[in-house]
């Protein structure tokens, strides 16, 4: 009896998380939602002179880095970005296109919206934004490339968590099956390419 519990804790402990076994955890903040309007303008998530320039943007880590943070191991889903010039002390993160927002998960330091949008050609896709410290919007929203999503940390509230959160995480992503968890459990270039899409390409075909 005790070796069988002995087996069952240490499979509970080291077992390595993944996608498949974690996804359950985070389907109960995603909501259904269809999007009617078609997002067929794109936009810079920032207040920035520009929100059609690419350089408008500071990114400060890449689509593919390696991260021991959070789970070890695992690969940048997003790039890591900030407006280049910013215009006020609190940072306000912009919906990209027309869309709804299916998804408010995980808590303070890792807070995180994600909106489902519909392409002019039908195709369904998602933008997810993350380390919000102030979210404004709720699950089953209609949004477009002015609605006000969530505002970023300052360097000062980041401080509280260890530092380096006053920055958007911005993934855009093919698939949402994972809940969000796919965020923090890709491990392989398999994984990164079936959900995920190079934000910097991305940006650069559809932000013009
Ligand atoms: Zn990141």
Known sequence: MKSILFIFLSALLFETPTIEKDRDRWKPYY?????TKAADQWHLPFDVANRKKINNIKIISIFGDHRDSYVKGHIHTAIDINPALPKAKLVAVYAMANGV?????LGENQRTVVVKHKLPNGQIMF???KHLKEVYVSNGQVVDQNTKLARLFTPQE?????G???HLHLEIRKKFDDYGCASWLTFNNTQLNDRFYN???FIKEHIK
């Open 31 to 35: 909501t259904d939602v269809t999007p």
């Open 101 to 105: 927002v299916c998804s408010v998960h």
């Open 127 to 129: 933008t997810s934004y």
């Open 158 to 162: 980041s401080k509280k968590y260890g």
């Open 164 to 166: 380096d959160y006053h």
């Open 199 to 201: 934000p910097q390409g």
